[in-house]
């Protein structure tokens, strides 16, 4: 059923492109230019629909880059065993997209001192992915992994600095 819904979404999208497209075309009356506005709205109108989730990958990045795990001072938390907690995940605002955060505090497992403070960010998709059936069901990015900032890079720069986290 969700694929019979899927293909009639994608037809009265082609035809709606069609038909704004003729428009356009007749709409300009100098000939050289008429083959230059068709093209040009056409491709206007195939990357549309994926512009907010680019636009979301790029500010998604660079909250990973600037506040993430990857930028935090692991300085105080070398060689030792740590416990990590977990703030609620609350929605940021001035994202083109749905970002949530998350504050992560690590403290030492001896004597309960914060030795790193990081962010972690959570993305859900574009409008195509939250408000279409192309996402059946799943409202994640379809052009990046919006789940966290590095659960990877966590766990490289956690064996480099030899810390274990025991939670």
Partial sequence: MSGLILL?????????????????????P?????????VGITLLLLTAPFVDEVIGMYQFN????????????????????????HDERRFIEGSIIPIKVSDDVFRDAGNGEVVIQ?????????????????SMGSATPMLFDGNGCGLIAKHRIFSNNQILQIN
């Fill in 62 to 85: 660079a909250l990973c880059k600037t506040n993430g795990i990857e930028s935090a001072d692991v300085s105080k938390a070398r060689g030792k065993r740590v416990k990590a907690t």
């Fill in 118 to 134: 990081s962010k972690d960010y959570y993305a859900k998709g574009g409008w195509l992915m939250r408000y279409t059936p192309i």
């Fill in 30 to 38: 100098n000939p050289r230019w008429k083959n230059s506005a068709m």
């Fill in 8 to 28: 009639a979404v994608l037809i009265a999208c082609w035809w709606g492109g069609v038909l704004l497209v003729r428009f356009v075309g007749r709409a300009v």
